[in-house]
Nanobody, 116 residues
Framework: QVHLVESGGGLVQAGGSLTLSCTASGTIDRLVAMGWYRQVPGKERELVAMFTRGGSINYADSVKGRFTISRDYAKNPVYLQMRNLKPEDTAVYYC??????????WGQGTQVTVSS
């Protein structure tokens, strides 16, 4: 079992920055991918940035050049540095981790609100 805890959300003005962090605990040595999704009411959860199973990084087109995903040497925590935030980035951001058997784990979510 894996437990994910996010932190770092909040309210920021457009053009500002926030950094989210996600700390995993439990059977983390079985994790092969880890990253961030976001969701707004009435829409599906969408990928923001992810360290993939193969070790590469995927970004949503809407955040390329503004968001950076990173992690410590031990691969935990995982961070999402968000710069030049836009009102359309407003969402609940969820940390996601996937095991080698393709089981998905989710954090409780952290709200990011960008005011115009």
């Amino acid at each position: 079992q894996v437990h994910l805890v996010e932190s770092g959300g909040g309210l920021v003005q457009a053009g500002g920055s926030l950094t989210l962090s996600c700390t995993a605990s439990g059977t983390i040595d079985r994790l092969v991918a880890m990253g961030w999704y976001r969701q707004v009411p009435g829409k599906e959860r969408e990928l923001v940035a992810m360290f993939t199973r193969g070790g590469s990084i995927n970004y949503a087109d809407s955040v390329k050049g503004r968001f950076t995903i990173s992690r410590d040497y031990a691969k935990n925590p995982v961070y999402l540095q968000m710069r030049n935030l836009k009102p359309e980035d407003t969402a609940v951001y969820y940390c996601n981790a996937r095991s080698e058997t393709n089981v998905d784990y989710w954090g409780q979510g952290t709200q990011v609100t960008v005011s115009s």
